[in-house]
Structures are given as structure tokens and as C-alpha cells.
């Protein structure tokens, strides 16, 4: 059995677009299988953009429900279609455009088709509401806007969803089987996302680190909208790409429609890269939206270092330091174990430290244990404090073994392993942490019901 079977294969962006009040919201609620997209017969419901991740067939792919197409501020509505798909096929991997099969083709449902047809990337016209007598037979017109393949769907009763799904599938064929041996870093070095709120002063930090105005840095929040990437080379010779980000700003202060793209953007890179430097203003302190990067960073499986900009301007000494770093553990809790470095991107005062901060926690990332180590502490551990029953019935961890790096990944087989509670496998991961480290990566844990699965071949 090869590890990577074990894990979701891949992971794509899918846009949703269309007019209002076609669908979009629905199918993006039946596609993650979940209600967090505002549902309602009203057109232009989804103001914001919602973003979800789901798995289909042992394949991740995240899915951005986007507005629908309306005037807005006086604009006509060709020019807001064309911003608006502009920015999706610009971020998406592929994209679904949404229709009503009861409408049937709109003017504005051609013009959005054309555009998308102009723009390279792979498009799925998806006919909504095609269930009862108008719906079967109303889809087959929308051949004439000349895109393919065409799905008819019905999020209302969630038929067609696999077949829409089998469609992104082959829009998107599936990479190279990784290993954990593929996350090396290769000789472009540690891919490195720089995130945080706008202001915070990261194009600061990656012009110091480069020691040039390679970015353009301004006091107005949102200066950054597209994610660059620059190869940078520290003192010891070891190489990273820093890849700047987006602001990612607070949902209601979001005002114009192009800000709220960059937050595809910031979650692109962050998922294209090995780890994360949150960039924090000593100032302004943490904040919700730190949080919420954080949480992207997490949800990635990505390592985390904490850099707390301007420090120069707030100081305190080492109480100083140790009241922040107080703060942060306690604003973080799922990553109080990673590393927070105090810096000030003006002065340079700790940038040398964050580099060397950034590598090590990349090498704590890439740490791989063996099974035979791992299965000896396993033991050890649940000897000290076993899972506790659950409905009467005694639960059996029997064996572990690291399946693959960044994140560090293992896999645990038990006889009941649905039942072992949360808290308990917090305790598991807090244990590896305390015996192995992993400082500032993200452990997963994946339990499978069974014996040992590798009985005579474990090593070291």
C-alpha cells in the first residue's frame, strides 16, 4: 500500500460564476457538502466571497462562491462581468459557469461565455434547475454560447453533482503521485508565503530581506494586490522564494471587488508554499484577522513563524517580548509552539534571526521518525494514559508510522478508530511535540480501523 493513497491527491481552485439567482451558492453548498453559503431566492445574495474545501474521490479542491454579475456603483453591467470573470479565471484553476436551464440563455450569459472562452482556462458550463419537464429539455440550448462540456445539475435535489464533479476532474488531471521526499527543498529553496493584515509591513520585510525596493510600499492599506515571487539568497547561502501576498483585509471594510480576489490570491500562495511568516504590527497588536490567516495557514497543513513588525516602536525589553509572546499563545493556541520573532523591517533588527527562524521550522517540518521509534512511544504513551472507552466498549490503538513530511503526517490504526474523542488525539499530537518536537508545523493525525498493516516490516 503506497502512503499517498492514504491522503487527498491534489488540490485546485474552482470558481463559480454566473448571473444572480442561478444557483451558484447552492451548488457550491451540495459540492462541500455543507450550508455555508447564504441560500435565498433573492438575486445578489452572496455579496461576499465564500470559500469551501472538500474532498470527492480521495480528491481536495477548494471551491470560491463568487457574487452574482449586477451594477454596482453606477457601473455598466458589461464592464462588472468583465471584472468579475476577469479575476476569476485569473485565480481559478477552472471554472464552472453557473445557468438557469429554466431561463434559458441570457445576453449577459453569452457575453460572461465569451469572455471565459477567451481566457485559457478550462470552463464547465453547468445548467441548473434542468429537473422536471422544462428543466430536461431547456439545457440543450445552451450549446449555442459554444463552451463544452455542458452538465445539466439540479443543486435543489443534488443530481448531476457527480457527473459536474467527474467534469472538473478531467479539467484538472491528477499530478505525479508525490512523496514526502518531493518536499525536499529543491534548488529554488524554501517557498515561503509572507501574509498578514494590509499595513503590517510585509513588502517592507521582503525589500529589507532583499535589500532592494523591489515592492512598492505605501501607508495606504491594500497597496499589494497580486502575489510576486523573488528568489532571495541569505548570508549562508541557502536559498528561499519569498512570495509576497495580498492583504487580506476585514470582510466589511472590503470595498471594491477586485480586494476581495486577493484573498484567492493570499490562499493560493499560502497553499503553494512550504511555510508561513505571518507578519504582525507590534502596534495595532493581534488582531481577528491575524487569527483568520492563522487558520488558512493551519487548514493548509503549512508551518507558521510569527514575525512581529515595528517592534522598534513598541520595545519593553525582554518583559516586553515575553508579555507578547503571552499573547500570542493565548490567541493562537493551535500554534503556541511556534516560533515568534521580533523584528523591525525599517531597521533590520532580527530579520537575520527570522531566516534562520523560517529554515529551522522548515526543517521541523520535514523531520521523519521511524516506525519502529514511533510505535515504541506509542506504547509508552498509552500505557501512561489509555483513550477512554466509549459506549462500554475498550478502544485499541495498535500501531503507528509516519507516512510523509510538511506536514508531518502519521497514520494510526485502531479497532474502533471513529470513536477515539478529540481530546484525546490532541493529547497524542501534544505528546509527539513533547518527544519529537515539530516546532511550528502542523501534525495530522489519520486513524484507519485495523491491525498492524506492515506486521514484520517495521523499521529501525
Known amino acids: 500500500m503506497q502512503s499517498s493513497e492514504l491522503l487527498p491527491k491534489s488540490t485546485f ?29 433573492t438575486p445578489g445574495l452572496t455579496r461576499d466571497r465564500h470559500y469551501g474545501e472538500t474532498v470527492w474521490d480521495d480528491r481536495m479542491f ?12 453606477g457601473e455598466t453591467i458589461k464592464r462588472q462581468v468583465w471584472q468579475q470573470a476577469q479575476l476569476a479565471y485569473e485565480e481559478a484553476d477552472v471554472v464552472v459557469l453557473v445557468l438557469d436551464a429554466r431561463v434559458g440563455p441570457m445576453t449577459d450569459d453569452h457575453y460572461l461565455a465569451d469572455l471565459l472562452r477567451r481566457s485559457g482556462k478550462p470552463v464547465i458550463c453547468a445548467v441548473n434547475k434542468s429537473d422536471g419537464h422544462v428543466g430536461r429539455h431547456g439545457y440543450a440550448e445552451f450549446y449555442g454560447l459554444g463552451l463544452e462540456p455542458i452538465v445539466p445539475v439540479s443543486a435543489a435535489h443534488g443530481t448531476g453533482m457527480e457527473d459536474l464533479v467527474a467534469a472538473l476532474f478531467a479539467a484538472v488531471p491528477l499530478p505525479a503521485v508525490t512523496t514526502s521526499q518531493d518536499s525536499e527543498v529543491g ?31 505605501s501607508d495606504v492599506p491594500g497597496t499589494t494586490r497580486d502575489s510576486i515571487d523573488m528568489p532571495y539568497v541569505d548570508q549562508r547561502g541557502r536559498h528561499m522564494i519569498l512570495v509576497d501576498t495580498a492583504g487580506i483585509r476585514r470582510k466589511s471594510r472590503i470595498a471594491l471587488r477586485i480586494e476581495k480576489f486577493s484573498v484567492i490570491a493570499a490562499i493560493k500562495s499560502i497553499e503553494r508554499s512550504h511555510l508561513v511568516v505571518l507578519v504582525m504590527d507590534a502596534e495595532r497588536g493581534v488582531t481577528d484577522q491575524d487569527q483568520r490567516v492563522a487558520t488558512l495557514a493551519l487548514d493548509a497543513g503549512k508551518g507558521l513563524v510569527f514575525a512581529v513588525n515595528k517592534w522598534d516602536r513598541v520595545g519593553g525589553g525582554g518583559r516586553g517580548e515575553r508579555e507578547f509572546m503571552r499573547v500570542v499563545a493565548d490567541a493562537f493556541p493551535h500554534f503556541n509552539h511556534a516560533r515568534v520573532m521580533f523584528i523591525s523591517a525599517m531597521t533590520g533588527r532580527g530579520v537575520d534571526k527570522l531566516v534562520d527562524g523560517i529554515h529551522a521550522t522548515y526543517q ?20 501512561k494514559h489509555p483513550p477512554p472507552r466509549r459506549m462500554h466498549r475498550l478502544i485499541r490503538i495498535r500501531y503507528m508510522t509516519q507516512i510523509s513530511s510538511m506536514p508531518p503526517t502519521m497514520l494510526i490504526f485502531a479497532n474502533l478508530p471513529d470513536q477515539i474523542h478529540q481530546t484525546y488525539r490532541r493529547y497524542l499530537e501534544n505528546q509527539l511535540r513533547e518527544s519529537f518536537g515539530f516546532g511550528g508545523v502542523v501534525i495530522r493525525l489519520l486513524f484507519r480501523k485495523g491491525d498492524n498493516p506492515y506486521d514484520g516490516q517495521e523499521d529501525g
Open 13 to 41: 481552485l474552482v470558481a463559480l460564476v454566473g448571473r444572480p439567482n442561478v444557483g451558484k451558492s447552492s451548488i457550491f453548498n451540495r459540492l462541500t457538502r455543507s450550508r455555508q453559503a447564504l441560500v435565498d431566492d
Open 364 to 383: 521541523e517540518g520535514m523531520r521523519h521518525i521511524s516506525t519502529g521509534i514511533l510505535n515504541r512511544w506509542l506504547r509508552e504513551v498509552v500505557e
Open 62 to 73: 477548494r471551491v470560491v462562491d463568487t457574487g452574482g454579475f449586477e451594477p454596482d456603483d
Open 187 to 217: 534548488a529554488e529553496g524554501v517557498r515561503v508565503a509572507v501574509v498578514g493584515c494590509p499595513n503590517a509591513g510585509k513588502s517592507s520585510l521582503i525589500n529589507r530581506l532583499l535589500g532592494e525596493s523591489r515592492l512598492v510600499i
